[in-house]
């Protein structure tokens, strides 16, 4: 088992910048890929961003250029920097692991963290 903690929420104007911080602790070893979701209410989970064990990356277009993904292997911790917010960033953003061969919404998750920004 792997469990996933988000922290770094918080609530900002348009403009600024956050970032979230994902630790994961447990058999962290069964993962392959780490990822950042986000829910807004009334919306579907969405995939924002996606970072593979070698460091490749992959972005929502709507938060390309804004928003970076990277980790930290030794401290099994995975960011988001998150610039240049907008009220349409507003979600709960939710850290997911995936071991290989698992898609969509499947894998570890953790419980979210709320990201609200103001215009």
């Known amino acids: 088992q792997v469990q996933l903690v988000e922290s770094g929420g918080g609530l900002v104007q348009a403009g600024e910048s956050l970032r979230l911080s994902c630790v994961a602790s447990?058999?962290?070893?069964?993962?392959?890929?780490m990822h950042w979701y986000r829910q807004a209410p009334g919306k579907q989970r969405e995939l924002v961003a996606s970072?593979?064990?070698?460091?490749?990356?992959i972005y929502a277009d709507s938060v390309k250029d804004r928003f970076t993904i990277s980790r930290d292997n030794a401290k099994n911790t995975v960011y988001l920097q998150m610039n240049s917010l907008k009220p349409e960033d507003t979600a709960v953003y939710f850290c997911?692991?995936?071991?290989?061969?698992?898609?969509?919404?499947?894998?570890?998750w953790g419980q979210g963290t709320q990201v609200t920004v103001s215009s």
């Open positions: 447990g058999s962290t070893w069964e993962i392959s890929t």
């Open positions: 997911n692991g995936k071991r290989v061969g698992q898609m969509n919404l499947s894998g570890y």
């Open positions: 970072i593979r064990i070698g460091g490749t990356t």
